[in-house]
């Protein structure tokens, strides 16, 4: 009877530790299963990538910022098919232009903007059928930040038939033929570069690049960049090389009227002519 009971007794234990380890057999191959087809459905995750397109068109030269694009996240395949293999950075700065004719919804990238201190900047920045032209103007009677790129200016010249006035350092000492008048209106300036005056006109040019800022101080002259038509650069070329130059904002009242030496001294009489036994005065004028 003992015998009986203990043969009964481990029988049921040895099933019971069996059905414990077939059930943590089947819990182990099922954590397995599951671990195996979760790594199967990540492994199908499908790769997307960041780009940018317009919101509205843009045309060459245009400044351009993020609130004129939109994000864009495309799958992998169909990001490979405009040439994209990772995310797009536009990185733009202030006052980036584009480059060429950007379509209302076309992707864009960044060699499609050039950046201010970037080669072929100042060519988007001037009008068709115009050229761009450095002209070295006297800083003495500029306004910093007054005239900034973009703005409109008239070019006054003081001109002597008897004193090359493109020197810096040259005084007038003869006032037959003085005069101010403005030799171009409605100039648009593109950019400005300013470096101190040297004394002995020796100095090598600056190395630093055009830059889209005005600045003006002490005795010094600026370079200011601007867009004219083909057919005035002779003209202005003499002009810079003989007169003084100054520019000021053009004002759509009207232009500067021009002035001799008689406007602002009252007793001068310009030049004596003999003639007989008349004395004849008269002012000359440079054109």
């Known amino acids: 009877m003992n015998s009986r009971l203990i043969f009964i007794l481990s029988f049921i234990f040895v099933a019971f530790g069996l059905f414990a380890v077939m059930q ?24 997307k990538f960041v780009l940018w397109r317009s919101k509205q068109e843009f045309t060459r030269g245009e400044i351009i910022s993020t609130n004129g694009l939109e994000r864009v996240i495309l799958p992998e395949a169909e990001a490979n098919t405009l040439g994209v293999n990772r995310d797009v950075k536009l990185d733009l700065v202030k006052d980036s232009r584009t480059n060429q004719l950007i379509a209302k919804g076309a992707y864009v990238f960044p060699e499609m903007f050039t950046a201010p201190d970037q ?5 988007l920045l001037a009008s068709e059928g115009m050229i761009l032209y ?5 800083t003495i009677n500029l306004i910093n930040n007054y005239i900034r790129p973009g703005d409109m200016i008239d070019i006054v010249s003081v001109s002597s038939p008897l004193t090359n006035l493109a020197d810096t350092g040259a005084r007038i000492t003869q006032f037959q033929g003085v005069k101010a008048r403005t030799i171009k209106r409605g100039v648009r300036v593109l950019a400005f570069e300013q470096k101190p ?11 630093n690049s055009l830059s889209p800022r005005v600045s003006a101080s002490g005795n010094s002259k600026t370079t200011v960049v601007i867009e004219i038509e083909p057919d005035f650069v002779s003209r202005l070329s003499l002009a810079q090389r003989t007169m003084h130059l100054e520019i000021y904002r053009s004002q759509s009242t009207g232009e500067i009227p021009p002035a001799n030496m008689s406007d602002v001294i009252e007793n001068y ?19």
Do not use: F, H, W
């Open 24 to 47: 943590n057999v089947n819990a182990r191959a099922e954590a397995s299963a599951k671990k195996e087809a979760l790594e199967k459905v990540e492994g199908k995750k499908e790769i």
């Open 119 to 123: 080669p072929g900047y100042l060519d």
């Open 134 to 138: 450095p002209l070295p103007i006297s």
């Open 197 to 207: 005056v040297d004394p002995k006109e020796q100095g090598t040019q600056s190395g």
């Open 269 to 287: 009489q310009g030049i004596r002519e003999l003639r007989g036994a008349e004395t004849q005065t008269t002012n000359v004028e440079v054109y």
